[in-house]
């Protein structure tokens, strides 16, 4: 009797544990929401690609970022101009003045110096000075001529150099969506592999394109080299002028008096 009795004790034990431990093992078989998500992502990316290109999202953001820089080069250029143009005023109304002071003074001297002797050291004077001035300006207009192309060279080298990377960016990501596109109809195709492979090729095409921007030549060090140039040939213009000056003035003085005010325009 009581042998029965532990026979049926452990029966119902074990019943009591394959009920539990079997529904347990069931359970941890049965993949989680997360996975079964995964599994379903992976099944139905090539569809997805398909019907939705993966680089749409970064060919569309470069596309907006594109259209900022546009709008800001646009801008930039805008400004240049205005800074140019004020600058070419404000250097003919110098001119100006600077060519009515020098005519004043040479009709002082006339008014002062009637001999002929003295009228035709004054003429000597007047067209010498004019001929420096005339040279000067010209080596100061031809060194900012340089100046400007210069910087107008090396921004228009930077915006290709930016556009270039652009250009190969939107190529690349389209070269990866085909290649994958290929890979999908293939009747052994691994949807993890493609994806994959996308997803890498993707972050290299980002990659490559940041570092061909990063490697475009900025026009910030151009600009100050060709500032220096520019202000050496302007220096040297201003000496040579000086230099002349000085002898038409002590060429007049000699004819005139060695107190002759012979003062002419301040350097521009």
Do not use: H, Y
């Amino acid at each position: 009797m009581k042998s029965n009795k532990l026979c049926f004790r452990a029966a119902v034990a074990a019943g009591l544990a394959v009920g539990v431990i079997l529904p347990l093992a069931v359970m941890a078989q049965q993949p989680t929401p997360a996975a079964v998500g995964a599994v379903r992502e992976q099944r139905n990316f090539c569809s997805v690609l398909n019907t939705r290109p993966v680089g749409e999202r970064f060919t569309n953001k470069i596309a907006e970022r594109t259209q900022r820089l546009d709008t800001k080069r646009a801008e930039i250029d805008k400004q240049m101009a205005a800074r140019r143009g004020e600058r070419d005023g404000r250097l003919a109304d110098l001119r100006v003045e600077q060519d009515t002071k020098r005519a004043e003074a040479v009709t002082r001297l006339q008014v002062k110096f009637q001999g002929e002797v003295q009228k035709t050291a004054i003429l000597a004077f007047q067209s010498a000075v004019q001929a420096t001035a005339e040279t000067r300006r010209a080596a100061a207009d031809a060194a900012n001529e340089i100046f400007r192309k210069g910087v107008d060279g090396a921004k228009t080298a930077r915006e290709a150099a930016v556009d270039a990377a652009v250009k190969k960016f939107n190529s690349d990501m389209k070269a990866a969506e085909d290649a994958a596109k290929a890979s999908c109809g293939s009747a052994t195709a691994d949807q993890t592999t493609i994806r994959e492979t996308l997803r890498a090729a993707v972050e290299q095409a980002r990659a490559d394109m940041r570092a061909a921007v990063q490697a475009a030549a900025k026009v910030g060090p151009d600009v100050v080299k060709l500032n220096e140039t520019r202000r050496a040939a302007v220096e040297k213009a201003m000496t040579d002028w000086k230099a002349a000056v000085d002898k038409a003035r002590a060429d007049l003085k000699a004819v005139l008096g060695a107190k002759t005010e012979t003062k002419t325009e301040a350097p521009e």
